[in-house]
């Protein structure tokens, strides 16, 4: 939490420009292939929202996970502190953005004239068990990042081919 204090500090919106800017990402992606394959953008609109806050999140935590340890070496090398806290603390941070996107995105899945459902109940658990996931998963690339420092931007080029192939979109 303190890394999005600082992040946006003196900043009018604070918080908001992450969710924003995620938010414009995808009314631009919405707007786009609800044109080319002629979807109601009113039905077209939260499946695109769910799946991509959902993959912001996944790709955010695993691209920042890869470069955790070498970012941090100078406090992971000085002081007898666990490495996998700064993995905890940058997937918490991510998940807090999660959150914030998650209630925007269900606002306007409401105001999209959707549903709630029992499976929405199941949202924080779910989003708890993603946190643990990527930080599981996290100190695994960590490791070989730190290892290998080809490796995180050879693994964030995976990851948007990842995006661009599987049904995201």
Do not use: C
Request: proline share 4%; hydrophobic share 60%; charged share 10%.
């Amino acid at each position: 939490l303190v890394d999005l204090r600082k992040q946006h500090a003196r900043s009018a919106l604070g918080y908001f420009w992450i969710v924003l800017s995620q938010f414009v990402n995808i009314a631009g992606i919405a707007f786009v292939w609800g044109v080319l394959f002629k979807q109601d953008i009113r039905e077209f609109f939260p499946y695109i929202s769910a799946g991509v806050i959902s993959w912001n999140f996944l790709s955010g935590s695993l691209n920042e996970s890869t470069r955790s340890f070498v970012s941090n070496a100078p406090i992971i090398q000085n002081f007898k502190f666990p490495a996998w806290v700064f993995l905890a603390q940058m997937v918490v941070r991510n998940g807090i953005v999660l959150i914030y996107a998650t209630l925007v995105h269900m606002t306007l899945f409401i105001l999209f004239g959707g549903t709630l459902t029992f499976a929405h109940l199941l949202i924080p658990l779910v989003y708890a068990i993603a946190i643990l996931l990527m930080i599981q998963s996290g100190i695994l690339l960590a490791y070989i990042g730190a290892r290998f420092r080809d490796f995180a931007p050879a693994f964030g080029n995976l990851v948007y081919l990842f995006f661009l192939i599987t049904p995201i979109i």
